[in-house]
């Protein structure tokens, strides 16, 4: 079992920056960050391979968020600039417990984090 903790969320207004962190208690493999906002289902933001060489973005964030990891700390990040009142959403981090899979789905990921959440005034 590998325990995921987000931080890094809070208020910002619109044009800003937040990076939010998510630290494993254990290796992961393929990781995530998804968000959620009331009423709506959780969507896929961005995810990154276990190597760090290949990520991929949801359209909407494409350009303005980063995601990165850094396996000596079992941490991934995501540094979101440019942010916009519709970034606003409580923001998850998921894992993979097996690699070699770079995916959007989320019945995909094996562990999930508590939330963060991140409102963006205008």
């Known amino acids: 079992q590998v325990h995921l903790v987000e931080s890094g969320g809070g208020l910002v207004q619109a044009g800003g920056s937040l990076r939010l962190s998510c630290a494993a208690s254990?290796?992961?493999?393929?990781m995530g960050w998804f968000r959620q906002t009331p009423g709506k289902e959780r969507e896929f933001v961005a995810a990154?391979?276990?190597?760090?060489?290949?990520?991929y973005y949801a359209d909407s964030v494409k350009g303005r968020f980063t995601i990165s990891r850094d396996n000596a700390k079992n941490t991934v990040y995501l540094q979101m600039n440019s942010l916009k009142p519709e970034d606003t959403a409580v923001y998850y981090c998921?894992?993979?417990?097996?690699?070699?899979?770079?995916?959007?789905?989320?019945?995909?990921?094996?562990?999930w984090g508590q939330g963060t959440q991140v409102t963006v005034s205008s």
């Open positions: 990154i391979l276990w190597t760090g060489t290949s990520t």
């Open positions: 254990g290796r992961t493999y393929t």
């Open positions: 998921a894992a993979r417990q097996i690699g070699g899979l770079l995916t959007t789905t989320r019945r995909e990921y094996d562990y």
